[in-house]
């Protein structure tokens, strides 16, 4: 994966040297804050970009954390934020947002959700906790402070400690753990594909720090080989969209494989000129769905597509900046009727992976699995036999 120092990303005063796919239809701007911001003609104007970083930087709590309207935060999302935050750089909101995650962290590695008062939720769930190892790589990679990186590192290896705790034999990582510790019954498709993309990018940052983890490597690949080719080992989801593109945002099917795969749900998800559905059977789309099928799109080459699909969601940006979370296409109203400040931040991620302002915008494309290294359980608990190179399908669709 693409390193800190190896040229990535804008140095010093000038803008990147190597422009990314559609580079004609994608550009930056020099912000304030003195880093580049994304523009994506016709799309977004940098301006537009700095303001939705303002509107997620509105509702951060005064600890640092970034919650959902109605007042939890959990972990995973609280990142996507402080990851767009730096890349609108507002770095102060970013760093402080990385702070409350790395104090507020439990003992185990992992993070309970922080709930309004009156509620509790003690579950701790997986992905959640891997999720930070993406923020501190994206981090380093745009800011390409070593010093943070290092202060993170402890978080982090905790965090993925937790995470592989609930990895099977078979390679599929079990969802969260209840209030008393005991696991749940079933994976995820779409946390464990998110979590590929995870254990990459902390393999990336131990590698960078001199503290190299081999296990973390046979890990990841059981988990690739789990996603990418044994649908039966998670719970069914396909309902919802995430189930079916994570699998290729999150890195491991990734080539020919994910262009069919894409291709195979494409009129289930996708409402033409409109975005991606939540769920399938429910006439309502999503922007922060939207946003992720295009940097899936950008991640496999199919740069039109994304940029179609960021325009298309264009809709449920507010004059503020923010965005509103979905649009109910019979009703022709939003719903649900709320602005939500992960929704901004996919939009963000989106607009940096197309155009390639930041030292972090390709970090999505970096995670995309080399089929060669998607390895099977080292004792044959995926039921594969080891003499077939292609031991089943991707992920099935419905």
């Known amino acids: 994966m693409r390193q800190p120092d190896s040229g990535a990303g804008p140095r010093g005063d000038d803008p990147p040297s190597t422009p990314r796919r559609g580079a004609s239809s994608a550009s930056c701007q020099r912000s304030r804050a003195g880093g580049w911001v994304p523009e994506v003609a016709g799309i977004l104007t940098a ?15 005064r600890g640092g954390a970034i919650g959902w309207p109605d007042g939890h935060v959990d972990a995973w999302n609280h ?21 409350w995650l790395r104090v507020s962290q439990r003992a185990d590695g992992s993070w309970h959700k922080l709930t309004p008062e009156l509620e509790t939720d003690l579950t701790t769930e997986s992905n959640h906790a891997a999720y930070c190892a993406v923020g501190v790589w994206h981090e380093l990679l745009v800011s390409r402070d070593e010093g943070f990186a290092r202060r993170m590192w402890p978080m982090v290896k905790a965090a993925v400690d937790f995470v592989l705790g609930l990895q099977t034999p078979r390679g599929e990582i079990i969802w969260r753990r209840a209030a008393d510790g005991s696991p749940d019954g079933y994976a995820l498709l779409a946390g464990s594909a998110s979590m590929y993309s995870s254990l990459r990018c902390a393999i990336s940052l131990a590698e960078y720090l001199a503290e190299p983890q081999p296990d973390w490597e046979l ?17 069914d989801k396909s309902r919802f969209s995430m189930d079916w593109y994570y699998p290729v945002l999150g890195g491991p099917v990734r080539g020919e494989d994910a262009t069919k795969h894409l291709d195979r749900g494409w009129s289930t998800y996708v409402v033409p000129g409109l975005g991606v559905r939540c769920v399938h059977d429910q006439p309502w789309v999503t922007a922060a769905e939207t946003a992720e099928l295009a940097i899936a799109l950008d991640a496999i080459g199919d740069h039109s597509g994304a940029l179609d ?10 004059p503020s900046g923010a965005y509103w979370t979905g649009w109910q296409f019979e009703t022709r109203r939003h719903y649900p009727d709320e602005q939500s400040s992960y929704t901004a931040a996919a939009i963000v991620l989106a ?24 390895t099977r359980a080292s004792d044959a608990a995926c039921g594969c036999d080891p003499r077939d190179p292609q031991p089943s399908a991707a992920p099935a669709t419905t």
Do not use: K, N
């Open 47 to 61: 301006g537009q970009v700095v303001s939705t970083g303002h509107a997620i930087a509105a509702v951060q709590q």
């Open 79 to 99: 990142v996507e934020c402080a990851m767009a935050l730096s890349v609108c750089g507002l770095r102060d909101a970013s760093r402080r947002a990385y702070e």
């Open 219 to 235: 890990a990841a690949d059981q988990l690739g080989h789990a996603v990418a080719r044994h649908p039966e080992a998670f719970a």
């Open 309 to 318: 699909m960021l325009d298309q969601i264009q809709l449920l940006r507010d």
């Open 351 to 374: 607009a940096d992976a197309l155009c390639g302002a930041t030292g972090g915008s390709s970090i999505f494309v970096d995670v995309g699995a080399d089929s060669a290294s998607i």
